[in-house]
């Protein structure tokens, strides 16, 4: 019985390892608005590309990198406030651990956590990246450098 449970329980572990990516895909900024009254998809944009970083995963830092990109990105559309509540947002509503459609590596299973991306994930990662998003350096930086 026990050799039975220990096979389980190592193929629930590396299930996640072995699983498959799923194509990229955007709603935009989720369940923020795409822009202002007057500029309905001002940032837009700054989303899908965050929403690409989100798809592919990859370890806390990351991920990180990848909010404060969003944030950057909308305060460089003259949307200070705007930038500062969504990378707030981001934060607290985008972690791996909540099961939503939304969360840090939702390309892959639920369950991947932070795991960096190795690189057979990167390729995979490369060969479904969105040809409309810019493929930023803090997906494919080397591991361990945070800024």
């Given at each position: 019985?026990?050799?039975?449970?220990?096979?389980?329980?190592?193929?629930?572990?590396?299930?996640?390892?072995?699983?498959?990516?799923?194509?990229?895909?955007?709603?935009?900024?989720?369940?923020?608005?795409?822009?202002?009254?007057?500029?309905?998809?001002?940032?837009?944009?700054?989303?899908?590309?965050?929403?690409?970083?989100?798809w592919a995963g990859g370890d806390w830092h990351s991920r990180v990198w990848a909010d404060r990109q969003l944030e950057q990105c909308v305060l460089a559309k003259n949307q200070a406030?705007?930038?500062?509540?969504?990378?707030?947002?981001?934060?607290?509503?985008?972690?791996?651990?909540?099961?939503?459609?939304?969360?840090?590596?939702?390309?892959?299973?639920?369950?991947?956590?932070?795991?960096?991306?190795?690189?057979?994930?990167?390729?995979?990662?490369?060969?479904?990246?969105?040809?409309?998003?810019?493929?930023?350096?803090?997906?494919?930086?080397?591991?361990?450098?945070?800024?």
């Amino acid at each position: 019985m026990y050799k039975n449970t220990w096979t389980l329980v190592t193929l629930l572990v590396a299930l996640p390892a072995m699983a498959e990516l799923a194509p990229f895909r955007t709603d935009g900024c989720s369940q923020f608005p795409d822009g202002t009254h007057d500029q309905p998809s001002l940032w837009r944009d700054c989303c899908v590309a965050h929403d690409a970083a989100y798809w592919a995963g990859g370890d806390w830092h990351s991920r990180v990198w990848a909010d404060r990109q969003l944030e950057q990105c909308v305060l460089a559309k003259n949307q200070a406030l705007v930038g500062n509540i969504m990378f707030l947002g981001v934060r607290v509503g985008g972690s791996p651990f909540w099961p939503t459609r939304f969360r840090w590596g939702y390309g892959w299973p639920y369950g991947r956590g932070y795991q960096p991306l190795s690189e057979a994930e990167l390729r995979r990662v490369n060969a479904l990246w969105p040809a409309r998003v810019a493929r930023p350096a803090y997906i494919f930086r080397p591991a361990g450098v945070t800024e």
